[in-house]
Every structure is written in structure tokens, then in C-alpha cells.
């Protein structure tokens, strides 16, 4: 499989890494005879500036070079399609970089990157792992994730690959894009989405969240992906409007006329599941009506894509470019748990900063079903809508 992006990925920091040591006279500045050698970052200035035959020559003139030198000639290999030299100078720059983690993490995303070139992917996806477990911040260990995926891709693991993307916290990684494209095109081609039999709960950020353009690079809540509650694929024959801008949130309650689950984890997503049916088969919605469930836990479930417009406010008008979100119970009778209270704070204020909402457009369901509609509905319930209103005051 090519990989048109494999020599972006580390390549911007890393030069930016080998001027600055040059300059600071750091550990790793080149040293030949009795000063610093002026070719790293001459190599690194041509090599930024597309030159790669110029900074591989000025390279190899160097007797002997020190592991960032081996570094920017990996690059300038694999620019050149030398995937073999690539890998020798990327596995030479792993041998001295035993004693810095950041050259460590640098080597193995060289070695990682050649190996790729060289179509041995699961090499590869070894260089990658180690990266990525080497990786001394969100930023880099959220880099090598993108790499681990690519690698998966690569050796036909599409689900891992998926995996691997939802755990992707930041959403201002550029790769991130391409990534997608690529497990879009792979899933279109398979004709299903991947990563569904996944059942382990994963609170580390939803697909949709993960999937949406780069934004403003604040963490989203910890939330359930679907995959946690083994959700089925959206049904695209009742293909549902693409949510564009999001504008408003809504806030419901389930008033679950079957009681509630239990606290434990598999409970609460089977209830979930059977949202999902109940929309799905007996409403012939394309999917779950609302984005996020919260239940008595305060678990943040994902429910429909963010991608997609939600079916839960009344009708067509109602439903555009508003968020759904709702809490298992019935808050006419019952109060939120102070769980729930926590988690629906915590995802009305990450919505409202990522889509720069003013608070007022975070209601209740009736409130928004009476401006579209001549019926109201006792949704939220009235503890809900009191503690609705709380949170926005605060907000
Ligand atoms: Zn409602």
C-alpha cells in the first residue's frame, strides 16, 4: 500500500530539533576535529527546502556522524526513495541514541518510517509501538499513534488501525486527516466500518469527536466510543443530513418506562443497544436519535456520530445542527445523580467551547420542541431543566 505522507510526519519537528542543537551547542551538535561541524544544519536547512540530493551529499562527505546526522540522512534517503539506505541509517541512529528519549523516539519513528518504505509493516508497526511508548508528550505519543495505524493499514489490519485512530486525543495533529481519508476509503471498499466488535469500553475519546475537522485542540470528555456498547452501523439507506455547523445542544431525559440498569458497565450499554434498536427498527431512524447518553454512573456514552444530524427534538427544523444530549432517567420524579450532574457539566462546557456556543443555546427538549412545534413535552423533566438551568448560569 504507498504512503503518500510517510515523510512528513516526524520531519518538520525533527529538523527543527537538529538546527536548534546545532546553534545551542547541545550534546548532540556534530563534532569533528575542534569545533562544531557546519553540515547538520546545512543538510537540515536543504532538506526543508527540498534539496535532499544536496543534503545526502553533504552528509556522506562525513566521516563519522553522530545520530542526528544519521537521522536527517534517513530523511533525505526515504525523500529520495532510497528506502535502504533509509533503514541502515535509521537503524544506526537507534544504536547511539540509547542514552536520549527523544532521540530514542525520533530513531524509532526513522526506523519505523524506512521499514514502511521498504513494505515491511510489520517491522514497522514494531518501530512505531516503541514510539509511541517512548513518547514524552500527548503531541508525540498522539504522532505515533497516526504511524501505528498507518503501519496496521498496511499489514490489512483495518480495525486495529481504527482502534488505534479513536485514541487519538488531540484533534490538531495534521496527519489526522489523511489518516481518515484512508480509513474511510479502506472501510468504503470493505463496505463496513471497522472496530465494531470492539467491546472493550474505551474512555478515551469518541470516533466522532476524533473525526471531526481540526478544532481547537481542547480535550474532549472521556467517552464510551460505540464500539464499547457494540453499537451496529448506522443504517445509510435512511441516510440522515450531515449535522455542518453545529449551533445548539439539546438535553433530554430517557424516562425509561423500564426502569434502570443496574450500575455496571455492560447493563447500561445493553440499555443503550437497545436505544439504539428501538430507533433504528420500530422509528426507522438511521441511527440512535442523540449523540451523547450519560447514565447514573456518569459513563459518557457516544451515541450518533457528531458527523450526522440527531433525530431527538421533534422534527427536521428542530433537529438542524443541534447536538443531542441525554440522561438515563426519569428526572419528572427523580433528581440526576451527582455523577450525571458532574458529566453533564463537563460535555456541555467542552461543546460549548469547541463550537464557540453562547450558553443560551444549551435547552431543554421542551423548550426547543415548543419553538418549532405547537406541543410542548415534560422532557427534560423538571430536575433536569432545574439543573440545567444551574449549569448555565455558572457556564
Ligand atoms: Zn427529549
Not at 525523500?79 to 525520533?106: C, F, I, K, W, Y
Request: net charge positive; glycine share 8%.
Amino acid at each position: 500500500m504507498p504512503f503518500l505522507l510517510r515523510r512528513c510526519l516526524w520531519c518538520a519537528a525533527f529538523l527543527s530539533f537538529c538546527l536548534l542543537l546545532s546553534c545551542a551547542g547541545g550534546p548532540e551538535t556534530p563534532k569533528i576535529g575542534n569545533g562544531a561541524h557546519p553540515e547538520t544544519p546545512d543538510a537540515a536547512r536543504l532538506l526543508r527546502s527540498g534539496d535532499a540530493a544536496g543534503a545526502r551529499h553533504l552528509l556522506l562527505r562525513i566521516g563519522t556522524r553522530t545520530c542526528a546526522q544519521e537521522l536527517l540522512l534517513s530523511e533525505a534517503a526515504l525523500t529520495l526513495n532510497d528506502s535502504e539506505e533509509a533503514l541502515q541509517s535509521a537503524l544506526r541512529a537507534r544504536g547511539m541514541a540509547a542514552n536520549d528519549p527523544q532521540l530514542v523516539h525520533m530513531a524509532d519513528l526513522a526506523s519505523g518510517e524506512a521499514f514502511l518504505a521498504a513494505n515491511r509493516a510489520e517491522d514497522a508497526l514494531s518501530a512505531f509501538t516503541a514510539a509511541r511508548k517512548g513518547a514524552l508528550s500527548m503531541q508525540e505519543r498522539d504522532r505515533a499513534t497516526v504511524c501505528c495505524a498507518r503501519a496496521e493499514l498496511a499489514r490489512g489490519g483495518v480495525e486495529a488501525a481504527r482502534r488505534l485512530r479513536n485514541e487519538i486525543l488531540r484533534s490538531d495533529i495534521r496527519e489526522l486527516a489523511d489518516l481518515d481519508r484512508r480509513l474511510a476509503l479502506v472501510e468504503r471498499i470493505s463496505g463496513q466500518p471497522a472496530a465494531t466488535s470492539n467491546r472493550t469500553p474505551n474512555t478515551s475519546t469518541t470516533s466522532a469527536l476524533a473525526r471531526r475537522p481540526p478544532g481547537k485542540g481542547i480535550a474532549p470528555p472521556p467517552v464510551n466510543l460505540r464500539a464499547s456498547w457494540n453499537a451496529r452501523p448506522i443504517k445509510l439507506r435512511n441516510e440522515p443530513d450531515p449535522m455542518g455547523k453545529v449551533t445548539r445542544v439539546t438535553v433530554h431525559h430517557t424516562a425509561d418506562p423500564n426502569g434502570l440498569p443496574s450500575s455496571a458497565f455492560v447493563e447500561n450499554a445493553a440499555r443503550v443497544r437497545a436505544y439504539q434498536s428501538a430507533h433504528q427498527d420500530t422509528e426507522k431512524w438511521a441511527d440512535i436519535g442523540y449523540h451523547f447518553i450519560i447514565d447514573r454512573q456518569g459513563r459518557i456514552f457516544e451515541g450518533r456520530e457528531l458527523c450526522w444530524q440527531g433525530a431527538h427534538a421533534g422534527n427536521e427544523q428542530a433537529n438542524l445542527h443541534n447536538v443531542g444530549v441525554a440522561l438515563i432517567g426519569d428526572f419528572e420524579r427523580m433528581k440526576p445523580t451527582d455523577a450525571q450532574q458532574t458529566a453533564l457539566t463537563t460535555l456541555l462546557t467542552w461543546l460549548v467551547k469547541e463550537y464557540s456556543l453562547p450558553w443560551p443555546v444549551i435547552k431543554g427538549h421542551n423548550d426547543v420542541k415548543r419553538a418549532h412545534m405547537a406541543k410542548g413535552t415534560t422532557c427534560p423533566g423538571k430536575h433536569l431543566a432545574t439543573l440545567l438551568a444551574q449549569i448555565k448560569a455558572k457556564g
